[in-house]
């Protein structure tokens, strides 16, 4: 079945440390989308990337970093720099880039800080 | 930008009520508009979309018509059962030539037995 997996479900950060969350699409798709959810609220996008090693910053890409080496590839690095990173973490895909295309999501990754 | 708008929850109804959540839409073209569903500790789910004016998007029993003169995009259901229980997100790009999906806070239903 094609699909969006992310990994892991649930992460754990320490005071200082990086973390990298992982999301692999298996649609074909060209671009991939990372975005953050907080209790209460839509989302809000991070980053984007429209094809392979291009991404560009959406409205909250402060203390996050992206890669995209593989077209099936987006992990999104929290950084240390990211001083509230506590939040739902969403990857989605679409097969073009484009105001009209339809996003499909993946099932999420919870970062809690320690 | 273009944004939507969504009434807020909670909104709670017995099985088998009518539904419906109101969206509304600013644009300055004809943006796709959305309508997804994220059940608990999970990610979103496309429930219908409709790309143009006058469509119609439908999905499991939902409806949703984009109308250009009220610039809506209402979610409804004649029936709903307690698997419905969800949140509801509306959303559209936020702009002609936008990459970014712009969505409304989320109305959370709870239907009960």
């Known amino acids: 079945d094609g699909g969006i997996t992310q990994s892991p479900k649930y992460l754990f950060r320490k005071e200082g440390q990086n973390v990298t969350l992982s999301c692999e699409q298996n649609?074909?798709?060209?671009?991939m989308y990372w975005y953050r959810q907080d209790p209460g609220q839509g989302l809000r996008l991070i980053y984007y990337?429209?094809?392979?090693?291009?991404?560009q910053k959406g409205d909250i890409a402060e203390g996050y970093s992206v890669s995209r080496e593989k077209k099936e590839s987006f992990p999104l690095t929290v950084t240390s720099a990211q001083k509230n990173p506590t939040a739902f973490y969403l990857c989605a895909s679409s097969i073009l880039p484009g105001y009209r295309e339809t996003q499909y999501f993946g099932p999420g990754t919870r970062l809690l800080v320690l | 930008g273009d944004s939507v708008t969504q009434m807020e929850g909670p909104v709670t109804l017995s099985e088998e009520a009518f539904l419906t959540i109101n969206c509304t839409y600013t644009?300055?073209?004809?943006?796709?508009l959305f309508w997804y569903v994220q059940y608990p500790g999970e990610g979103l789910q496309l429930l219908l979309k409709a790309t143009k004016a006058d469509d119609k998007g439908s999905n499991k029993g939902f409806e949703a018509t984009y109308r250009k003169e009220t610039t809506s995009f209402h979610l409804e259901k004649g029936s709903v059962q307690v698997s419905d229980s969800a949140v509801y997100f509306c959303?559209?790009?936020?702009?002609?030539?936008?990459?970014?999906?712009?969505f409304g806070k989320g109305t959370k239903l709870s239907v009960i037995p």
């Open positions: 990337s429209q094809i392979v090693n291009d991404f």
């Open positions: 649609l074909n798709h060209d671009a």
């Open positions: 644009a300055t073209g004809y943006p796709s």
């Open positions: 959303a559209t790009y936020s702009g002609a030539g936008s990459y970014q999906l712009t």
